[in-house]
């Protein structure tokens, strides 16, 4: 092997400390070149640090190759290293690059530099404090130690930036810093000139893009954000173009769609599952995205890959609060299950979820399934029998279920805990533990009483789940909430856990001595997956018991992680049956509503059945949805938000760049795609819009779907500037020269809106055939998202009926549905049901002022807030700071009033 690294090269660090592990593994040269000088000879710019094989391929980036040399000397890949990797590239990365350009080649020092790293160093800090270990992935050095640390070197050896009180980090940097490897890589690298020896190759690279501000330090505001576009290489741009220009025939052809939908070897098989709703609760909006809108979202675009995909869900319908709701309403179980789940199969259907097949667990084939699982797990020694003391309701006479009592959590004190799991912790409660326990139907305090009880033995199957683990989650998408929650509970012990209940309504359990009692709904639940799919096919164990040929992603909200990741593989393992486990466990946060929780009681916020009586059509709530959707942290509904995003984005933004391309075509060219000549700034366009089309890919491989939304708004605003910078309602007005040039324009433009239509399709299906249509849409063009941009519509092309795709949103028609789902609107769904009026409904509960008024203090806000942050960015004079703050605070007070809003005396930042 020979590795050529050079002087001033950041990437050579981490390269240098990495190969002195494997020296004595295999014969290694290390030549140190000049930067310019092209080592690999298939690239046609320089590209150091290079590795080449003695295979005579290449690895030219630093991560594949530290990777590499530690393969050599024998490390097992782990989960916790390559998520380090994985954040190293998309999080600290950008951060560094940034702040070395600025104190290297910009000349800036201080804070300048120091202040957009900050976070990224409290982070490190944080984990090895949390981990209590001296290195990142543990007790010993790992390949996540040498590449984070040769990527901060060059600036951390300045003890300026590396802050006093991140003790934790220090002693981590100075532990590797003193290694002869690494020592030796700085010497080599730097010369004994510090970051300075950096400026050379610095110079040469272009300014990293700035990183924009987190979410919740943005302004409000209704202006799109600017994109930067990417920097391509020329031999990039050639590629880009002859992707280009072969068109139409370089789709695959369209795979026939198969009825039933089963695996297929040699194909990529998708399972694709949505946590079951419980069925006599109607989903809010929170429950919609967290689960059913989100893997909508991921099957659409598989099928757009044409990769082989089932996505089902169905109606959770055991349980004791089915028995309760039955009381209630005064049918038998049966019927309120019948009748909820028409109304959950409603909402999902106006929402235009793409279910393959949309069932219930209350049928033969979950009892037949469910006790097959629980007799294989007996016989194998996994089930133990023992007496149970439980809360029993007198004045109910019944055994409480753990979901119907609520009292204080008994580790954190909240007082609203579940009789099974707390929601502020996250902790599992055995319901006896709750502090001042209440039964939820009648209010009274339950009695303890015992029973007997069979449970899962969750610490015999818990080397086989380690096991399994360690296998799955490394090159997994699970998300990081999934992985930490999972953690925990392996941290604490796993425990024995009740999988019987004293009820009638459930499945029974097929055991002498318990015929009296039902399986607990979280053992069999997640069996629902397995019995729906055998309800859609005689051939379900082709999906369920085929791990090798089915990739299987689980899509939830985070408190349902322990029964997907948990509960059921310990259930499938111990079974013995060659099951089909997750592979991918998606989960999101939670979605609050403005300021609050939903509430059906008390009338607070949008449920399901509501949505389409706000007269917004379904696609408005599935952009909105996706585009606040929970990743990584809490997000909350807002209808001032909710207003601005379909005005800005898809009205002013989106809506307008493909309108004005059509039309166009309609105005100028007589509906036909006019001939196009590109010049280089078109090729250029081309491959922008190839980049950001690939990222889009990337981002929905990995189930990013919030950022994969952004890369479809990124190209219409690309689009949107190309018009305008070229001006084709001018140009073809000229000579000859300028109606090509509009031609031209016009042709890539309606090319870019017709590629905008496909990859809309997964996020708004409604709005992405409507453009379809007008556009007149090859049909494989619709089916198959290409990977590169290529000209789907060429010159001769004929297009439909072009018109507007998106109405613009009032402040008065959303004040009003701001007051109408703030509370008391407890039978909103029915009678709207029974007017059958499309309309929102007025409610003047308040005298708020004019939307002109609204709109102007909106802008006001969004300025004074921006005036704020600057002067903060610029650590300017505090008493300065002070007094614009309290204009904004004023600003504010004055925006609440206008909007008929309660004013609140700021009392700090609000805990999520």
Not at 79 to 97: A, F, K, M
Not at 166 to 181: H, I, K
Not at 489 to 505: A, F, H, N
Not at 539 to 561: C, G, I, S, T
Request: with cysteine.
């Amino acid at each position: 092997m020979r590795l050529f690294v050079s002087e001033g090269s950041p990437g050579s660090l981490p390269v240098l400390a990495a190969a002195a592990r494997a020296r004595g593994r295999a014969e290694l040269l290390i030549s140190t070149v000049d930067p310019e000088e092209c080592v690999v000879p298939f690239l046609t710019q320089p590209k150091v640090p290079a590795l080449q094989l003695d295979s005579g391929n290449y690895l030219f980036s630093a991560g594949a190759i530290c990777r590499y040399f530690f393969l050599l000397c024998g490390w097992e890949q782990d989960d916790l290293t390559n998520q380090w990797l994985e954040w190293e590239t998309t999080e600290l990365q950008p951060v560094l690059s940034a702040a070395l350009h600025c104190l290297v080649v910009q000349g800036k020092k201080g804070e300048d530099v120091l202040g957009p790293l900050r976070k990224v160093l409290t982070h490190i800090d944080h984990s090895l404090n949390c981990q209590n270990c001296p290195f990142l992935a543990g007790d010993t050095e790992s390949l996540a130690d040498i590449v984070l640390w040769g990527a901060l070197y060059p600036l951390l050896q300045d003890p300026t930036y590396l802050p006093e009180e991140l003790g934790a980090l220090q002693s981590w940097f100075q532990t590797l810093s003193t290694q002869e490897p690494c020592q030796r890589a700085a010497e080599t690298v730097l010369k004994q000139q510090g970051v300075l020896a950096l400026r050379p190759y610095l110079q040469k690279q272009p300014q990293p893009r700035p990183q924009p501000l987190p979410p919740e330090e943005r302004a409000v505001s209704n202006e799109p954000e600017e994109e930067e576009l990417a920097t391509l290489s020329e031999e990039d741009i050639v590629i880009a173009v002859a992707a280009w220009e072969k068109g139409l025939e370089s789709l695959p052809p369209l795979q026939p769609q198969r009825q039933p939908v089963l695996p297929v070897p040699g194909e990529r098989n998708v399972l694709i599952t949505s946590a079951l709703p419980y069925v006599n609760n109607v989903p809010h909006l929170g429950n919609i995205i967290g689960c059913v809108l989100s893997a909508d979202v991921f099957a659409r675009y598989c099928r757009l890959r044409q990769w082989n995909t089932l996505y089902l869900c169905g109606t959770d319908e055991y349980g004791t609060a089915t028995e309760t709701k039955a009381m209630e309403e005064g049918l038998t179980p049966q019927e309120i299950c019948d009748k909820y789940h028409a109304i959950h199969a409603d909402i999902y259907r106006w929402f235009n979820i793409s279910f393959d097949t949309f069932g219930r667990t209350t049928t033969p084939q979950q009892t037949k399934i469910t006790q097959d699982i629980f007799q294989r797990l007996l016989s194998r020694g996994f089930v133990l029998q023992d007496t149970v003391e439980q809360l029993r309701c007198e004045q109910c006479a019944r055994f409480l279920a753990d979901r119907f009592v609520e009292g204080v959590c008994p580790f954190c004190g909240y007082e609203e805990a579940r009789g099974d799991q707390c929601d502020k912790c996250g902790k599992l409660i055995n319901a006896i533990e709750l502090k001042k326990p209440q039964c939820k139907v009648c209010r009274s305090c339950p009695v303890v009483k015992s029973s007997k009880h069979l449970f899962l033995d969750l610490p015999q199957l818990e080397k086989r789940l380690e096991d399994w683990l360690g296998k799955t989650l490394p090159g997994s998408d699970w998300t990081s909430n999934a992985r930490l929650i999972i953690r925990s509970w392996l941290r604490d012990g796993l425990k024995p856990r009740c999988i019987t209940r004293d009820l009638k309504w459930g499945t029974p359990v097929p055991l002498e001595g318990f015929e009296d009692k039902v399986f607990y709904v979280w053992f069999d639940a997640t069996i629902g997956y397995l019995s729906i799919t055998a309800n859609y096919t005689d051939q379900w164990e082709r999906w369920w018991k085929n791990p090798e040929q089915v990739d299987l992603y689980q899509f939830m909200a985070k408190d349902n992680v322990p029964f997907h990741g948990l509960v059921f593989p310990c259930s499938a393992l111990g079974a013995e049956d060659n099951y089909t486990l997750v592979k991918h466990l998606i989960a999101t946060e939670y979605l609050n509503y403005e300021d609050g929780k939903f509430s059906k009681s008390r009338g607070v916020g949008v449920f399901g059945d509501m949505a389409q009586g706000t007269g917004i059509p379904a696609d408005i709530w599935r952009f909105y949805l996706l585009y606040i959707r929970p990743e990584g942290q809490d997000s909350a509904f807002s209808w001032t938000d909710l207003l601005i995003k379909n005005n800005s984005e898809l009205l002013n933004n989106l809506g307008n760049f493909i309108n004005r391309a059509g039309m166009f075509v309609s105005k100028f060219f007589g509906g036909c795609v006019p001939e196009m000549v590109l010049t280089h700034d078109d090729r250029r366009l081309v491959a922008h819009v190839s980049w950001e089309l690939q990222r889009y890919h990337h981002l929905l491989e990995k189930v990013r779907i919030r950022d994969a939304l952004r890369s479809i708004l990124t190209i219409s605003r690309h689009g949107n500037q190309y018009i305008q910078v070229n001006e084709p309602w001018k140009r073809i007005k000229g000579g000859e020269t300028d109606r090509q040039r509009a031609g031209t324009v016009t042709g890539m433009a309606v090319n870019m809106a017709a590629l905008l239509s496909v990859m809309l399709q997964p996020y708004m299906p409604t709005v992405s055939s409507t453009i379809q249509t007008q556009l007149q849409l090859p049909l494989a063009a619709c089916r198959i998202l290409a990977t590169s941009f290529i000209c789907t519509l060429p010159a001769g092309h004929r297009i439909g009926t072009v018109s507007p795709l998106f109405q613009k949103l009032e402040n008065d028609q959303i004040e009003n549905l701001r007051q109408r789902f703030g509370g008391g609107q407890l039978e909103e769904s029915l009678e709207l049901k029974a007017k059958g009026s499309p309309k929102p409904a007025v409610v003047e509960t308040v005298t708020t002022a004019g939307s002109q008024h609204i709109q102007t203090l909106v802008d006001e806000v969004t300025k004074q807030g921006n005036i704020v942050r600057e002067l903060k960015a610029q650590k300017a004079d505090k008493n300065q700071v002070a007094a614009e703050v309290a204009k904004l605070l004023d600003l504010k007070k004055q925006l609440a009033l206008a909007e008929g809003k309660p004013i609140e005396t700021p009392k700090g930042k609000k805990k999520k």
